[in-house]
């Protein structure tokens, strides 16, 4: 089983980002601890702070991998070429948000993911991809 993790945009930046919103675990060190809890699991992760390369990375892994994580941070709201990527491949992509996005400004309500996704987890902080992890080794997959 193959499931990749994708983030987008400042989320390198987890653990000195905001903490307040998106608490204090750098990403490297949730992902090593959600590798050891599923080691029946191939987990791939792969961040990048452009579009575009967001784009190549899930066209690469979208015909191949079993599911995709995706947290495309400030692109969810603004990225067309997002959306139209996760529509084109084959892969089921789950779309994650630490944050509720729903819960703060008006211009993060608006996702060019979710409507092309699987489903989507937001507000559960980085328990979120765990979550997203389940669903997609579950049969309902
Ligand atoms: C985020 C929410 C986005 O609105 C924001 O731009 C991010 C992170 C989240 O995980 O809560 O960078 O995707």
Redesign the pocket.
């Known amino acids: 089983m193959k499931i990749a993790i994708i983030n ?4 390198n930046l987890l653990g000195k ?1 905001e903490t307040d ?2 608490g204090n675990m750098p990403f490297e060190k949730y992902f090593d601890g959600l590798q050891k809890k599923y080691p029946q699991v191939s987990l791939h992760y792969y961040q990048s702070n452009v579009e575009g390369e967001l784009v190549n990375e899930l066209q690469r892994l979208g015909f191949d991998y079993d599911g995709i994580i995706l ?7 603004t990225s067309v070429a997002i959306g139209d990527a996760i529509a084109a491949i084959k892969t089921p992509v789950v779309e ?6 729903h819960a ?2 008006d ?2 309500k608006l996702s060019h993911v979710s409507g092309k996704s699987a489903g989507s987890i ?2 559960l902080g980085l328990k ?1 991809y765990e979550l997203a992890l389940q669903f997609l080794l579950s049969p309902e997959k």
Do not use: K
């Open positions: 987008g945009p400042n989320l980002r919103i998106y947290n495309p941070a400030a692109y969810t709201h994650v948000h630490i944050s509720n996005v703060r400004e211009f993060r937001f507000g979120g």
